[in-house]
């Protein structure tokens, strides 16, 4: 996994699917990421490729998102697992996106994942945008806003 200074997001372009990738190291506590990563409400604050969020992100629980990468479409998602402080999983039948945190020395690495595909993919795969910059882009907004906080602490 990458895990730099600068994410770098990683696609992997197959005939039924897509994933991305992307993972940082973030110098804070795991359960300020894990607060970030889950509070909807706040999400769009510092998220800068996030529109608005609504619902709970929550076991169950379903959200209403809107993309930088397509602010027109709401994509209406459901939270299919949901372990406190390790892993965030969401999304509809076309695919999942994933998070996961991993303690360190220092912190926390975050990685997310999204894969999206099905037998009808290869008809509309062109007509999605790439990931790529919008999970950079994310991976870097928690970042700071998590370092931020836990520096606010000190």
Known sequence: ???QTNPKAVTDKRMFSRE????VNIQADP???????????DIPRWNSTVV?????IKEGGTIELKSTLD????FK?????FVPGKRLV???????????????????????SEKIGGPLFPLFANMIPSF????EQFAADLKKEAETIQGSKK
Do not use: C, P
Request: net charge positive; proline share 0%.
């Open 20 to 23: 991305t990738t992307v993972s």
């Open 71 to 74: 602010e027109k479409r709401t």
């Open 132 to 135: 790529d910059k919008s999970f």
């Open 1 to 3: 996994m990458n895990q």
């Open 77 to 81: 998602l459901k939270v299919k697992e």
């Open 31 to 41: 359960s300020i990421v894990w607060a970030l990563l889950t509070h909807a409400s």
């Open 52 to 56: 608005s969020l609504k619902g709970e």
């Open 90 to 112: 969401w999304g509809d039948n076309m695919g999942s996106r994933v998070y996961t945190l991993d303690k360190n020395e220092g912190g926390v690495l975050v990685a997310m």
